[in-house]
Every structure is written in C-alpha cells, then in structure tokens.
C-alpha cells in the first residue's frame, strides 16, 4: 500500500515569489493536514481539509492557503514568500476527521527561500 | 503560545540504558496522547500512545506514563538501541480537533 506522497521534494525559490506543494494521501483516506516544521518550533499545524472542506486552521497568516480536490489530494500555496518561510513542509493524511492522533506523514518538501 | 511543552531538546545515552522524555500540557481538554519518531528525511511516525483514562502504557521496550493530576507525560525507552536514534515528539488532542505537537528531543544512542 503507497503511502502519503508528497512533491516536490525540494525546492528553491526567492522572497516575494509563490510556491504551490502537493500531497497525495494513502488511498482511501479523506483527511489531510498540512504541517510546517522548523528547529526551532517542532511541528505546527497549518490546516487540515476533509472532503475538500478546510475543517480546522492553523495561527499561519493569510499567505498561507489549501485546497483538496474530489480525489483527496491536496494542495498547499505560499505567496510572498518570506525568508522566515523556509521550513520542511509535512503532510499527514488519516481516515477521518475525526480520528485520534494517527497520522500518517509523507516525508515532506523542503522549501528554501532566498 | 506552546501547547505542549517537551523537554530535553536533545538527550545522549549509553547503549542498554534508559531514554527519557518528558512533556507537560495545560489544556485539561486533551483526550488523546501520542508520542511520534522521527528519521532524519523521512516524516514522524506514530510510535505510541495513551489516553488519560491509564497511568501506563507500555509496547515492547516503548512505555508511556501519565499522570494526569500534574499534566505530565513522558517516553520511556528501556534497552535503549543505537537504532533508536531518532528525533522524538509528544503531542496532545482534543476531540476531532488537530495535534498540538512539542517541540521535540533529538535523542543519540551510543554503541
């Protein structure tokens, strides 16, 4: 069984640009967060989309945006991208909204801004 | 603001000896305590864990312990293996509601 896709892998871009990422989630499995990780503050979540409904929202601004489509897959964008923004970006997909804790990560795409 | 608070940030242990990793919340609302591993280029994976109902929770050489009334929780890793080198990160939820993670302890085992 695949497990969660994501693409690309890793990317370079420059301040006041936009970047768009990919998530493919485990087949069957309607739920995809999206998480920015950084050394300095662990993991945070960014949102999470259910049925292409964004169900929950991070403390991210406004550059910051998703969407999912009919086949689950999601999609995250960055505009105006800040040096600040350079992170390793996760995705996790699970069956449902409502499942508790089980997560299942794709390796992410580490995005660099210069 | 830091849901869960996790320390240390980095720990180095001998080879056979015990890791431990602590993490305190103050949201008496999380329901749900999982504990996630991470190698280097790859995503957090669900290791193990707990729900507030049980004191201990314990998989192979992986315990958790909970101690609800001071909002604690911490990893326990026994026998602890070179292989168990990895970053490690607690985290609390509520409900249906997203995973508030800490900030994670790099953990090195040596041989």
């Known amino acids: 069984k695949a497990g969660v896709t994501q693409t690309p892998r890793y990317l370079i871009k420059t301040r006041g640009q936009q970047v768009t990422l990919s998530c493919s989630p485990i087949?069957?499995?309607?739920?995809v967060s999206w998480y920015q990780q950084t050394p300095g503050q662990g993991l945070q979540f960014l949102f999470e989309?259910?049925?292409?409904?964004?169900?929950n929202k991070g403390n991210f601004p406004g550059r910051f945006s998703g969407r999912q489509f009919s086949n689950s897959r999601s999609e995250m964008n960055v505009s105006t991208l800040e040096l600040g923004d350079s992170a390793l970006y996760l995705c996790?997909?699970?069956?449902?909204?409502?499942?508790?804790?089980?997560?299942?990560f794709g390796e992410g795409s580490r995005l660099t801004v210069l | 603001q830091q849901q869960v608070k996790q320390s240390p940030q980095s720990l180095i242990v001998q080879k056979g000896g015990i890791s431990i990793i602590n993490c305190a919340y103050e949201?008496?609302?999380?329901?749900?305590f999982p504990w996630y591993q991470q190698f280097p280029g790859k995503g957090p994976a669900l290791l193990i864990a707990?729900?507030?109902?049980?004191s201990e929770k314990k998989e192979g050489r992986f315990t958790i312990s909970f101690n609800k009334s001071a909002k604690q929780f911490s990893l326990h890793i026994m026998d602890s293996q070179p292989g168990d080198s990895a970053t490690y990160f607690c985290?609390?939820?509520?409900?249906?509601?997203?995973?508030?993670f800490g900030t994670g302890t790099r953990l090195t085992v040596i041989p």
């Open positions: 996790a997909s699970s069956w449902t909204s409502l499942s508790t804790g089980e997560l299942f």
């Open positions: 087949s069957g499995h309607r739920s």
């Open positions: 989309y259910f049925s292409e409904t964004q169900r």
């Open positions: 949201n008496t609302a999380f329901d749900y």
């Open positions: 707990i729900r507030p109902d049980v």
């Open positions: 985290a609390a939820q509520t409900g249906a509601n997203n995973l508030f």
